[in-house]
């Protein structure tokens, strides 16, 4: 019995480094306003994109992958989910705002009002989020 509850139980302890993942802890984007406040608060501290569509499989892993993976302490940077489905002018928007061409699921890194980052689909990592962050 024991041996399924070493599987099945295990502490953080024995976790090791997953043990001290940070929850992700999603704002929701879901205006033009938003996102311009976002931009200007890009200056004082990275932002972050997660643009999802919630009628996509590869979307639904991409966001399940991310936040199994996240290890950002939330001071670290702000970050934001978009329904681009329900709120595609948002989508739009940060497409024509940032440069970049329309992906979902995709991410966007946001510094001093530019975007330093975008990747979509299984490119998506949230390690190398991490990095950019440091």
């Not at 879901?30 to 501290?45: C, D, I, N, V, Y």
Request: some cysteine.
């Amino acid at each position: 019995m024991s041996f399924f509850k070493n599987i099945f139980n295990s502490s953080d302890a024995d976790k090791g480094e997953k043990g001290s993942q940070e929850a992700l802890n999603w704002k929701v984007l879901q205006t033009e306003e938003a996102l311009e406040a976002l931009t200007k608060t890009s200056e004082e501290k990275p932002v972050i994109i997660f643009k999802h569509s919630t009628s996509c499989s590869i979307s639904a892993m991409a966001k399940n992958r991310l936040e199994r993976n996240w290890q950002v302490p939330a001071d670290k940077a702000d970050v934001y989910y978009l329904d681009l489905i329900a709120f595609r002018n948002v989508s739009n928007k940060i497409a024509e705002k940032f440069s970049v061409m329309h992906a979902s699921p995709q991410v966007l890194v946001i510094k001093n009002g530019e975007a330093v980052y975008d990747n979509s689909h299984y490119g998506i990592d949230a390690g190398e989020i991490a990095k950019l962050l440091d």
